[in-house]
């Protein structure tokens, strides 16, 4: 990958698996740039936003982590995924009025949705997907999900 990417810079997709590869590892320094630029890259890319904002708020950068995902949920209102996690950084950047609107919607969301009824997507758990699929093999260890937020503003 580090070969390709060598070569081609501007490849979207390269950065895209390095970014969610490294972010496997809680290598924020390695996955953060390359996941900014696949959003400079492809602004249009939901996976590369969302893999963006997941890294900004597994760091505790939950104001730029939410204001990823508000772009995401802007254009695809009923996307789970992102709303799940934008309740989480609003928590996480201490905004919980906007945290408990957001957790209502993604509870009207999640009704009747098979994928929510346990507990809501995690955005660890399609960063990972995502590393399979890179790697077309199992996964050694599980990441942990992290957020670093007060005492005041847990983010669970």
Not at 84 to 113: H, P
Not at 118 to 138: F, N, T, W, Y
């Amino acid at each position: 990958l580090d070969r390709v990417l060598t070569r081609e810079p501007d490849n979207a997709l390269g950065r895209y698996f390095r970014a969610t590869i490294y972010a496997e590892r809680n290598d924020v320094a390695r996955s953060l740039p390359d996941a900014e630029r696949v959003v400079a890259l492809e602004p249009e890319n939901t996976r590369g936003r969302f893999l963006l904002a997941s890294i900004l708020v597994r760091a505790g950068q939950c104001p730029a982590g939410a204001e990823q995902l508000e772009t995401i949920v802007a254009k695809e209102p009923a996307n789970t995924e992102a709303v799940s996690l934008l309740a989480r950084a609003y928590r996480c950047a201490s905004n919980t009025e906007e945290a408990g609107r957001v957790s209502r919607r993604f509870a009207e969301l999640a009704k009747g949705d098979q994928t929510t009824r346990e507990g809501g997507v995690q955005a660890d758990h399609l960063v990972r997907e995502a590393i399979m699929r890179a790697k077309s093999m199992p996964l050694s260890h599980s990441m942990a999900t992290k957020c670093v937020c007060s005492s005041a503003a847990p983010c669970s």
